[in-house]
T-cell receptor, first 112, second 110 residues
Framework: QKEVEQDPGPLSVPEGAIVSLNCTYS??????FMWYRQYSRKGPELLMY????GNKEDGRFTAQVDKSSKYISLFIRDSQPSDSATYLC????????????FGTGTRLKVLA | KAGVTQTPRYLIKTRGQQVTLSCSPI?????VSWYQQTPGQGLQFLFE???????NKGNFPGRFSGRQFSNSRSEMNVSTLELGDSALYLC?????????FGPGTRLTVL
């Protein structure tokens, strides 16, 4: 079993929809959680990061962490065609190591 | 501020050859990590360098090695290439807890 599981999709939604992207993990030592967005033929770019359980909001994006269930989510409100990309969750044990463990990514397509 | 740069962007090699990939981190970043990205396995951590020292290592065979220079630039070397080494190799530089990726080097092994 992988340490981090992520539904590969693809996920197709109409423009304006709320998108929910999820990851589960097995290592309870993970303390630092990140979401990356990767466009085709580009490197991943950091969208959001958080240390704590609960919600963190940044514009149309909300990251949610539930450490008791070992589950993290990224919500995208008012989705746009430009949000079409692969979304990767990542996590690491803190402090001490920066060996990030990534999910395999969810492909999202927002239809105009 | 310039981002992370990687050279070359594309490489084609044959089995048994070796390859060296280069990464220049964002100015002022001293930590450089390398990842392998494949469709089946996703992004897998190779190793991290900080101030010319390897600090963390993933679960890859010894054919994969790296180094970091005093200017924080890093190189990754893969010897005796195998077909399964075909992948996108990503370099990332980090400051604090924020990690920034380069565009990657697409390696194809024939």
């Amino acid at each position: 079993q992988k340490e981090v599981e992520q539904d590969p999709g693809p996920l197709s939604v109409p423009e304006g929809a709320i998108v929910s992207l999820n990851c589960t993990y097995s290592n309870s030592a993970f303390q630092y959680f990140m979401w990356y967005r990767q466009y085709s033929r580009k490197g991943p770019e950091l969208l959001m990061y958080t240390y704590s359980s609960g919600n963190k909001e940044d514009g149309r994006f909300t990251a949610q962490v539930d450490k008791s269930s070992k589950y993290i989510s990224l919500f995208i409100r008012d989705s746009q065609p430009s949000d079409s990309a692969t979304y990767l969750c990542a996590m690491s044990v803190m402090p001490g190591t920066y060996k990030y463990i990534f999910g395999t990514g969810t492909r999202l397509k927002v239809l105009a | 501020k310039a981002g992370v740069t990687q050279t070359p962007r594309y490489l084609i090699k044959t089995r048994g050859q070796q390859v060296t990939l280069s990464c220049s981190p964002i100015s002022g970043h001293r930590s450089v990590s390398w990842y392998q990205q494949t469709p089946g396995q996703g992004l897998q951590f190779l190793f991290e360098y900080f101030s010319e020292t390897q600090r963390n290592k993933g679960n890859f065979p010894g054919r994969f090695s790296g180094r970091q220079f005093s200017n924080s630039r890093s190189e990754m070397n893969v010897s005796t290439l195998e077909l399964g080494d075909s992948a996108l190799y990503l370099c990332a530089s980090r400051v604090g807890d924020e990690q920034f990726f380069g565009p990657g080097t697409r390696l194809t092994v024939l």
